[in-house]
């Protein structure tokens, strides 16, 4: 196999961290945000794509000739297809149609073999995810299959805290307040432990779309924003991991990533939108002086047949 490093896997990580300056009210806190759609396929999930199979490897739970499985929205899928065609792994995916045409695409492109989960019109129902994992894990019962996991897999948090230790390298001050969408949980638990480290009074903030409040209400329900609000508790999200939750609506997510694209030049999906318009609501609260941190999760070019642009 190739060596990471002689191949594209460097180009993983150490993205810019850059402040919001024409969408930020007067009063309100400083809003910066990890450009993470500049990692190769366009996602954060490369990060813990890369760290779930070199952990793996080095374990010697995935070894050459094996295929690694795995259920996705698409950006896991993207990015693992990626790992896997430099590291010549066969990578069997189960998707759903209720996710952008542009990742399952993508997938495709870079080698995988997608199996699509029929949706409810198009909409990420309750059940689309565990149906999705139900079938992963059955294909994760053969011996030569590696089932990442990605929803209780461990490695994941190690491919995050190092955006959590780039963010704490990056920030020209302390960080107040951390605020991030729930879909693994991955990304807010280890990029938290780090910050934490550096500044143990921060606050960190879990999010989640308003039309399924499961965290803040109990209540499951359907929407359209991928990678998150995945109709139950992560494994990976502890009650350690954060220290409040929130709910966005979408139609608010919606627009906080067209007025991005717009105003600032940032061009990011839809839970981008939903990460900006709660740090501009806990930066608000909080005022100038402070410092709220999130993350631009992926591009927006992989939303551009699904209406978030037009």
Known sequence: MPSPAFSALTAIGNTPFVQLRNIV??????????????????????????????EAELRGTLQPGMTVVECTAGSTGTALAFVCAVKGYRFQVISSDAFAQEKLQSMRALGADIQIVASEGGRITPDLIPRMIGIASELGQHPQNYWTRQFENQDAIAGYRKMGLEIRQQCPGPVNAFVAAVGTAGMLTGVSMELRQAWPEIKIVALEPAESPLLTQGVKGSHSVD??????????????????????PE???????????????????TSTGLNVAAALDVGCQLGPGYIVATVACDSGMKYLAGGLFN
């Open 25 to 54: 009210p007067p009063q309100c806190a400083a809003i910066y945000l990890k450009l993470e759609y500049l990692n190769p396929t366009g996602s954060f999930k490369d990060r813990m794509a890369q760290a779930i199979i070199e």
């Open 227 to 248: 990678g998150v609000g995945v109709g139950f508790i992560p494994p990976l999200l502890s009650a350690a991991s954060y220290d409040e939750v929130r709910a966005i």
């Open 251 to 269: 139609a608010r997510a919606r627009d906080t990533a067209r007025l991005l694209a717009a105003r600032e030049g940032i061009f990011a999906g």
